[in-house]
């Protein structure tokens, strides 16, 4: 049996108010509207109902205070709220890469594992590919490097970031032809090549899925061009202590059509590990499984447009990550449940509770799941 929980009224009025105020222009150049209406706020899960929860251990006596990242001292990452060895490597601009997870040649991808945020999402065909946003730690090789999707026209906007990735189809690339931040492209399809980007063929893998770049090199490049210069990054909030409520979760699966996913609750560590297809999910250049502080399944509407992505026939999804729609947040091995935000271009997704106070990211790495509204995670 599923569950389902709705915010207060008032809530709901206040988020269809922004909706209807909040309209931002696209990279196209046109004003677009958020989805004016919205179904539940929350999304049933595929689990009996819970007794009441085990009470949380009792909170430290003085516990450190949510801090937002426009809050964080300089040497402190605004995108994972963890100090930082080096504060000199938090005065350029994070890089936005993107990374195929085509099934199962690709693994293990190389560098994943070091990025800060991870956006995972649906392509087409039922086979997901990420969007991995580096600042604090280099990686090379980062790959396999694939073609942008129309969520790659959001993500830089949120992040101010540059842009990697190896191509796109005809209507995508236009699209970030017009956009605001196609100075910040890198992309073989607009004169970046060598050594930037280069291959590392392997027997019985397709061409194209052997491309790979490096931080370092990606970064040189932007500065090269001079535009790799910090930008005041702001609307992710920290907290190391778990807020109140919640429930507690051990293991949660995201039943993406091609190959589900399962995260795993790591006590010892205090981290979710990744799972796909029913194997750990490893990276290739640091040796170790993926993991993340924070996974965060956000759930947007996802609209197929009139791009054709491939000879199959294929066309390319917008997933409407503007406006407001249903959010679990899992960190601690529990899930907290509420509305993520975003009703500028230039916003971060922001986490909102029942009562519309904002939900806190534990420190570390993230992992958002972009799923369709009707998708039910099942938690066994």
């Not at 090379?140 to 191509?167: H, K, N, T």
């Not at 935000?341 to 997704?349: P, S, V, Y």
Request: one cysteine or more; aromatic letters at 8%; proline letters at 12%.
């Amino acid at each position: 049996m599923g569950f389902r929980m709705r915010p207060p009224r008032w809530l709901m009025i206040l988020g269809v108010m922004g909706l209807s105020a909040c309209a931002f222009r696209t990279t196209a150049g046109e004003v677009r509207l958020p989805t004016p209406t919205m179904p539940p706020p929350l999304v049933a899960v595929d689990s009996p109902p819970q007794p009441s929860p085990t009470p949380s251990p009792a909170p430290s006596p003085t516990p450190t205070p949510p801090v937002w990242s426009s809050e964080l001292p300089p040497d402190v990452n605004p995108l994972t709220g963890l100090r930082v060895p080096d504060p000199a490597v938090l005065n350029r601009r994070p890089l936005a890469i993107k990374i195929s997870n085509y099934p199962p040649v690709v693994r293990p991808q190389s560098g994943v594992d070091l990025a800060d945020l991870v956006f995972e999402h649906y392509a087409e065909g039922g086979v997901t590919r990420f969007t991995a946003v580096f600042l604090s730690q280099d990686a090379e090789p980062v790959g396999s490097v694939r073609s942008a999707r129309l969520i790659d026209l959001e993500i830089p906007a949120m992040f101010q970031a540059i842009l990697a990735y190896s191509g796109a189809s005809a209507g995508v690339n236009a699209r970030i032809r017009n956009s605001d931040f196609f100075e910040r492209a890198l992309s073989p399809d607009f004169g970046v090549g060598a050594p930037i980007f280069w291959r590392i063929p392997r027997e019985g893998v397709a061409l194209e899925h052997t491309l790979f770049t490096s931080t370092r090199r990606l970064w040189e490049e932007a500065t090269r061009r001079g535009i790799n210069t910090r930008p005041n990054l702001r609307g992710m909030m920290f907290s190391e202590q778990p807020p109140p409520g919640g429930r507690p979760v051990s293991t949660l699966i995201i039943p993406y059509r091609v190959e589900p996913v399962t995260w795993r609750y790591d006590s010892g560590s205090g981290r979710w590990l990744r799972w796909t297809a029913g194997q750990p999910h490893m990276d290739a250049l640091t040796g170790r499984q993926l993991s993340a502080a924070n996974v965060v399944v956000v759930y947007a509407h996802h609209q197929t447009t009139d791009i054709l992505e491939d000879r199959l026939g294929n066309y390319s999804i917008e997933i409407q990550i503007w406006g407001s729609g249903p959010v679990q947040i899992f960190r601690d091995g529990r899930m907290f449940e509420g509305q993520w935000q975003r009703f500028r271009r230039e916003d971060m997704l922001r986490f909102v509770d029942a009562q519309g106070q904002p939900i806190p990211l534990k420190p570390g790495n993230t992992w958002f799941q972009m799923v369709p509204l009707d998708m039910r995670i099942q938690i066994p």
